[in-house]
């Protein structure tokens, strides 16, 4: 039982758990509460994975527990934007539908293959990541609407990687970082079977 509750888990499941007082903020025009718990809020998704790493605590509950965090933060920083900056989001739109449509492909793409839905903490989605973070705190001090655009394109570009990565290598490990790394992973794990039958042979 211990393992399972431990900090970087606690971390991930505050994101889930308070996430609704964003919306009570924002629906009672609090701005300032709502930029100051956004900030605290969005900075365990950096924490909770670092300290896992750290600690040697990395599950495969904090793994699903960061991936449903993330996709209920992802779609309610949609939203906040949306009351923000609608200018932003009415700008991007059809960005912004097709970044959804792939995020959800990512999805579907192993649960049809593997019978489980999950997603990657790729390089370009954990980097991606923080600059959703960055942006939804300076939505509050300008214009975000160009850098909503780069956002969206990135993440459109992550989730292609990811279900490539899926199609091609199969349900890899979460913390795959790359198609790359992926590919290089499986070279390495072909070269080490092919050993014994080498020795084999010389023998």
Known sequence: MKKLFTIPNSLSLSRLVFLPLLYIFLWNNQIAAFFITFTILGSTDFFDGYLARKWNQVS????????????????????FLFVLSPEAIMYNRYLLIMAFSVYGLSFLVPLL???????????????????????????????????????????????????????????????????LMASMERKLNEWLLEIPRIRRKKI
Not at 115 to 135: C, D, E, F, Q, W
Not at 138 to 156: D, E, Q, Y
Request: hydrophobic share 55%; net charge neutral.
């Open 113 to 179: 293959k593997f019978g489980k839905p999950y997603t990657l903490h790729t390089r370009i989605l954990r980097s991606n990541a923080v600059l959703v973070y960055a942006m939804m705190i300076l939505s509050g001090l300008m214009n975000t609407t160009f850098v909503l655009a780069v956002v969206l394109i990135i993440f459109v570009i992550g989730f292609l990687e990811e279900i490539f990565i899926f199609l091609h290598f199969g349900p890899v490990d979460q913390d795959t970082s790359s198609y």
């Open 60 to 79: 495969r509950l904090g793994k699903s527990l960061d991936t449903v965090a993330d996709m209920f933060f992802y779609i309610s920083v949609a939203y």
